[in-house]
């Protein structure tokens, strides 16, 4: 049963400091989605690859978040620098296009 | 107001019962509606997937779109307490690749 894999699962850094997340899409999945998850806002998008390449990061705090795809097995988000107000549950999905999506189970991030 | 309109709960029903969860949306344009269920530290599994109005069912579980009310709903017949999680819908236009999400209904459901 493929799987979308993220990395780590729990982080728990300092204010002020860079947070790497990774995510591993489904093997012939063309589309990578980047959410986040609180409980005051649910879930919002925040990046979205299609073909490895960047299509929509309007969901991003520009100064401070990048999305990338290294390549077709490698999704990455950075903090940098993170904040109190980060804090969250962050999900990477990929799918093929036109297709639903299929969910990690989440990195849970907690900024001191 | 937001797109879409999801009771947010909590839902508690006895073992067996029939659980009714239900979103409203506002966008005419909404034409692939999805519940997925996401137990505790989990990620959004998805349940359902239907394509504009009409019903679907598999096993359990039936879904249901009336557009015209802009209505979806999600049924789970004889629920199990392993079915106690948060139900979340969701939907998408059909060119485009961004889904509106509900708040999520959280469901227990007690043996």
């Known amino acids: 049963d493929a799987r979308v894999t993220q990395t780590p699962r729990h982080k728990v850094t300092e204010m002020g400091q860079e947070v790497t997340m990774r995510c591993q899409p489904i093997?012939?999945?063309?589309?990578v989605f980047w959410y986040r998850q609180t409980m005051m806002q649910g879930l919002e998008l925040l990046a979205y690859?299609?073909?490895?390449?960047?299509?929509?990061d309007s969901g991003m705090p520009k100064d401070r978040f990048s999305a990338e795809m290294p390549d077709a097995t490698l999704a990455t988000l950075k903090i940098q620098p993170s904040e109190p107000r980060d804090s969250a549950v962050y999900f990477c999905?990929?799918?093929?296009?036109?297709?639903?999506?299929?969910f990690g189970n989440g990195t849970r991030l907690t900024v001191t | 107001q937001k797109e879409v309109e999801q009771d947010p709960g909590p839902l508690s029903v006895p073992e067996g019962a029939i659980v009714s969860l239900n979103c409203t949306y506002s966008?005419?344009?909404?034409?692939?509606f999805m519940w997925y269920r996401q137990y505790s530290r989990k990620g959004p599994e998805l349940l359902m997937y239907?394509?504009?109005?009409g019903n679907k069912e598999d096993g359990r579980f039936t879904a249901q779109v009336d557009k015209s009310s802009k209505y979806i709903s999600l049924f789970i017949r004889d629920s199990q307490p392993s079915d106690s999680a948060t139900y979340l819908c969701?939907?998408?236009?059909?060119?485009?690749?961004?889904?509106?999400f509900g708040a999520g209904t959280t469901v227990t459901v007690r043996a």
């Open positions: 999905a990929s799918g093929l296009v036109g297709s639903p999506l299929h």
């Open positions: 093997l012939g999945h063309n589309t």
């Open positions: 690859f299609r073909n490895r390449a960047p299509l929509d």
């Open positions: 966008n005419s344009a909404f034409q692939y």
């Open positions: 239907t394509y504009s109005s």
């Open positions: 969701a939907m998408r236009e059909s060119n485009d690749y961004k889904l509106s």
